[in-house]
């Protein structure tokens, strides 16, 4: 059975860094491109990052230079490095596998083949 499993949130102090890992099972990821959005409380889900399949990387300004996707297809598995962290990165982080990066969340909720369960990350002294 197709899935996606999000791992690596936690508590990070402001200005730290956090790696999170996208693992697929029962598909092979490298044929996908990844997405990373992120949700907070109260807030609409947005895009991060995306890899797409020939792993170029596209981010959300909030987060350029300061992010960093990449993708391990012989374990696969993409990251989302996340450096100098502020207060508002605090959300929780899904990843997406689709067709093609798209970083509009409208779009991907309805047109993404397979969606993780969420990993939590708090930004937080």
């Known amino acids: 059975q197709p899935r996606l499993v999000e791992s690596g949130g936690g508590l990070v102090q402001p200005g730290g860094s956090l790696r999170l890992s996208c693992s697929a099972s029962g598909f092979t990821l490298e044929h996908y491109a990844i997405g990373w959005f992120r949700q907070a409380p109260g807030k609409e889900r947005e895009g991060v990052s995306c890899?797409?399949?020939?792993?170029?990387?596209y981010y959300a300004d909030s987060v350029k230079g300061r992010f960093t996707v990449s993708r391990d297809n012989a374990k696969n598995t993409v990251y989302l490095q996340m450096s100098r962290v502020k207060p508002d990165d605090t959300a929780a982080y899904y990843c997406?596998?689709?067709?093609?990066?798209?970083?509009?969340?409208?779009?991907?909720?309805?047109?993404?083949?397979?969606w993780g369960q969420g990993t939590q990350v708090t930004v937080s002294t």
């Open positions: 997406e596998a689709d067709k093609g990066c798209s970083l509009d969340a409208a779009y991907a909720l309805v047109g993404a083949d397979y």
């Open positions: 890899s797409s399949r020939d792993a170029a990387a």
